[in-house]
Nanobody, 119 residues
Framework: QVQLVESGGGLVQTGGSLRLSCAAS????????MGWFRQAPGKEREFVAS????????YYADSVKGRFTISRDNAKNTVYLQMNSLKPEDTAVYYC????????????WGQGTQVTVSS
């Protein structure tokens, strides 16, 4: 099982930037896809971005394309989400998650980190 710990959330003004980190530990990480999700108050959790450990292939939700960048540092077993040009609608709890590359469902989740963008 993979264990995930997020950090880096906080309060930022509109147009600002934040970088979230997700430290992963556990089984063979190269077999996993790492994802970031978010959940705003009163809304369902939504996909933000994902990356494969092995090849670094990335995918983004349309709402964050061009503003957010997901990356990984294999040596540190850490995945990052660089968030630029933040908007109030980006306010949410952000979760790091992992799924095996052959599965569609994410099976491991972090505790979440709050991101608040003030207008």
């Amino acid at each position: 099982q993979v264990q995930l710990v997020e950090s880096g959330g906080g309060l930022v003004q509109t147009g600002g930037s934040l970088r979230l980190s997700c430290a992963a530990s556990g089984r063979t990480l190269s077999m996993y896809v790492m994802g970031w999700f978010r959940q705003a108050p009163g809304k369902e959790r939504e996909f933000v971005a994902s990356i494969t450990w092995s090849g670094g292939s990335t995918y983004y939700a349309d709402s964050v394309k061009g503003r957010f960048t997901i990356s990984r540092d294999n040596a540190k077993n850490t995945v990052y989400l660089q968030m630029n040009s933040l908007k109030p609608e980006d306010t949410a709890v952000y979760y790091c998650a992992a799924r095996k590359i052959t599965f569609t469902d994410y099976s491991a989740w972090g505790q979440g980190t709050q991101v608040t963008v003030s207008s």
